[in-house]
């Protein structure tokens, strides 16, 4: 079983609009509602891929019993959400069908007493006994401590269990001091993280900073890993238009399945490249359209080098 953690659960709901003007009135052409947040994004693919997945994290309200009532809808992921006084957050995608440009309103989530998060973290050590592997994704709500992940960092570790972190900001500046097995930083992400703009030299760095592995996402650019066992850069042989949100969260689903399946790392960058861009062509985050993933999963190019550890 892999286990994905959601911090900072959501309802996504994605409007779909002819085009998208400020300050103006719009006629929505279509609505979508999914479970959300990254680790549920991951969970979905991963099961997509045949994996069974378990889901937790928080959830609360009446926008936490729809999140939960759509999962239990949602084959081969298990529902461990851990409630929540609090109400469950929304995110709201606005697609611009014209240009195909995604406007992304996230809130802020529910605030976690002490008592929550203590609760969480009980349910969490009892669900690593069981898990193959670990992801741990996202923002924090209001009142879980910054340090969060980089606690369940060790306990995952602790218990045997590889982990990949995939957040942002301070949570990932603490977090990367455990020593996670993987971390997924955007280009951004990885820029705040070490204050280089050089993609090569800053994955090298947030390596020096304790992952054991980065990959970097470069977008349309593809990936960029640095590894105990090597360097790699994977680029998709086209660029692809549509709604990109979801599309890194694929790319975790790929990192994460090869990794469980034991694959060389050129396989797992092949995979999370080709997951990631047949995510932008699907209508919602946590889907992917399998055509395009089986089309493009032998045409992905991955050149790079393999070094001693």
Known sequence: MILTVTLNTALDITYRVPALRPHASHRVSEVTER?????????RVLAALGHEVTVTGFAGGATGRVVQDRLTATPDVVDALVPVTGATRRTIAVVDEHTGDTTQLNEPGPTVTPAEW???QEAYGDLLAAASAVALCGSLPPGVPVGAY?????SAKAAGVPVLLDTAGEALRRGIAARPDLIKPNADELAELTGSHEPLRATQDARRRGARAVVASLGPAGLLAATPEGRWRATPPTHLHGNPTGAGDSAVAGLLSGLVEKLPWPDRLARAVALSAASVVAPVAGEFDRRTYEE???????TGEVTAA
């Open 150 to 154: 980089a606690l369940l960092v060790r």
């Open 35 to 43: 479970p959300g947040g990254k680790g549920l994004n991951v969970a």
């Open 296 to 302: 493009m999963l032998g045409r992905v190019a991955v």
């Open 118 to 120: 203590s609760a969480f």
